[in-house]
């Protein structure tokens, strides 16, 4: 699977953003998908989760109730809504691709997008 995150950028405090994430070359729907996000200085960590045809999500507890992932099978794309940024979420955000039903661990997806930069200002 090929994964291209885009929509990322500066946006101030409060602000919202939506990251898209295509997915090409195997059939996406076989797929559990999920955002993970590095800043600087830290290790890469879980953000949110979709299982395999949607019906079951998962947040980190630092994103729930701002965020939202989403999943479009008709067009291979994975979707997240960012509302109410802060400061703290700023980093690259990362797309990825598991074989599993739906996963939180890196260690679990075996695709990754390029990544997208998402700055939150105070």
């Known amino acids: 699977v090929q994964l291209q995150a885009s929509g990322g950028g500066l946006v101030q405090a409060g602000g919202s953003l939506r990251l898209s994430c295509a997915a090409s070359?195997?059939?996406?729907?076989?797929?559990?998908m999920g955002w993970f996000r590095q800043a600087p200085g830290k290790e890469r960590e879980f953000v949110t989760a979709?299982?395999?045809?949607?019906?079951?999500?998962f947040y980190a507890n630092s994103v729930k109730g701002r965020f939202t992932i989403s999943r479009n099978d008709a067009t291979n794309t994975v979707y997240l809504q960012m509302n109410t940024l802060k400061p703290e979420d700023t980093a690259v955000y990362y797309c990825?691709?598991?074989?599993?039903?739906?996963?939180?661990?890196?260690?679990?997806?075996?695709?990754w997008g390029q990544g997208t930069q998402v700055t939150v200002s105070s």
């Open positions: 990825g691709a598991t074989p599993s039903l739906v996963a939180r661990s890196v260690t679990d997806y075996d695709y």
């Open positions: 979709i299982s395999r045809g949607g019906l079951t999500t």
């Open positions: 070359g195997r059939t996406f729907s076989n797929y559990g």
